[in-house]
């Protein structure tokens, strides 16, 4: 990375299944992923619990002796649904309030396969980045091409001008944790002229929540 000016990325927040999903290519992404964090002594923030590719990627982390924080909805953890955070663990009252908090104590944040759950945090983000409210760095790790049609998908809405290509350029995809932590760290934000004038209050901590709701 000779030449390329390096963002200094403490902790990055991981979005990823509470399932392990079919291919077992999945879960040992998920344990290398927390792995090479964990040698770049960078900390985790993630959903919380033990479940699925969240539980490998934080154990890994926390194997290596790096931070994991665990950030969880008060109603996940009644009758230890989705099992014991490895770390600390601070609880919130809604969905919309654990991405707030996710967004505000990550450097980065990174999607690895998962559902519905995963898709709207890395597309909130993005939406987010767009509107200037984050100029944080996105990127999915495309293992065994998981990401392919999702991927096609956004370049079609691009083709079809929904998506304008410096919007694109938000979304980052590898197929390795070691090129795509090196991106991340290499990423420079390009902010759209207009939406960058938009002005994100953080004097109301509740109309702040609010307007964060806005999607395009």
């Known amino acids: 990375m000779e030449g390329v000016s390096v963002r200094k990325i403490k902790k990055i927040c991981v979005f990823c299944g509470a399932n392990s999903g079919k291919d ?3 879960v040992n992404a998920a344990f290398h992923l927390g792995e090479v964090l964990g040698k770049r ?3 985790l923030v993630y959903g919380g ?3 699925g590719l969240m539980g490998c990627v934080s154990t890994a982390v926390a194997q290596h002796e790096r931070q994991v924080l665990g950030i969880i909805p008060s109603a996940f953890t009644v009758n230890n649904l989705v099992g014991e955070t ?3 663990e ?3 009252a809604t969905m919309q309030e654990r991405l707030v908090m996710m967004m505000e104590l990550s450097d980065a944040f990174i999607a690895l396969p998962g559902g519905f759950g995963t898709l709207e945090e890395l597309f909130q983000m993005i939406s987010w980045a767009q509107l200037s409210i984050h100029n944080k760095p996105i990127g999915v790790l495309n293992i065994n091409g998981f990401f392919n049609g999702l991927l096609s998908f956004v370049d079609h809405a691009v083709k079809q001008e929904f998506i304008t290509p410096r919007a ?3 979304l980052i995809s590898v197929t ?3 090129e795509l932590v090196d991106k991340l760290q290499a990423f420079r934000f ?3 002229p207009a939406l960058s004038k938009l002005k994100w209050s953080p004097s109301s901590s509740q109309k702040e929540k609010l307007d964060l709701t806005l999607r395009l």
């Open 176 to 178: 390795t944790a070691d």
């Open 24 to 26: 077992v290519a999945f």
């Open 190 to 192: 390009e902010s759209d």
């Open 168 to 170: 694109r350029k938000i």
């Open 86 to 88: 490895c770390g600390k």
């Open 49 to 51: 619990g033990k479940l």
């Open 90 to 92: 601070i609880k919130v």
């Open 41 to 43: 002594k960078i900390d």
